[in-house]
């Protein structure tokens, strides 16, 4: 059976339009030990603080809209579970909308940049197209990203280098594996800057869905040295 707790939780709260600087403010809240953050910030605003703007809709992580850091690490706000002490911030490096909700323009622009469905050598047929059962479900496994930005957020290459961050790398491996893709995914993803990636594997460990766009960089590399015979391995 959950227990009580009681816990302390520090939100970053700021509003471009009538804030000159973000500040912190400190909530005790009454809850249970298996609580998950998003518990906690919907307590908050129900009862302490009806103004906080914060942002979910499944509650079970399949739609990655609660990103948010807790204690300077990202997370998905309805699967991490919470802790005594917390201080929760807005995704970085994103511009924030207010307190933790964040502007996802450019992240949608990067997605439609990209062109992320199969850029075909013949029109369309219509109707189902014969693949491989194993790179099928390969396929459909890579396509459960969740574009909640986690990754990204907590990428140091994205931090201090030019480059678009895991989540976008891992699309474009997803299409390069497309059997009926022609484009030249390995360019965008050299454009994208993954030769910036650190190699430091953060993004898979830190991914909700169980992704590894880690290995996604790793295969783009391998297809550098091999050639382009290793796209479809």
Known sequence: MPSDIKLRAEIRRYDPAVDSEPRYEAYEVAGKDNWRVLDVICFIYEHQAGDLAYQFACRVGRCGTCGVKVNGVPVLACQERCKPEMRIEPLTPFPVLRDLVVDRSEVEARY???????????????????????????????????????CVSGCPAVAERAFDGPAFILKLRHMAKHPADTGTRLAQAVDAGMLECFGCDLCTQLCPADLSPAQAIREFRREIILGGSAAHD
């Open 112 to 150: 439609e940049q990209h062109a992320l469905a199969p850029q075909r050598a013949t029109a369309y047929a219509g109707g189902p197209e014969a693949i491989e059962p194993q790179l099928a479900e390969a396929l459909c496994h890579m396509n459960s990203c969740l574009a909640c930005m986690v």
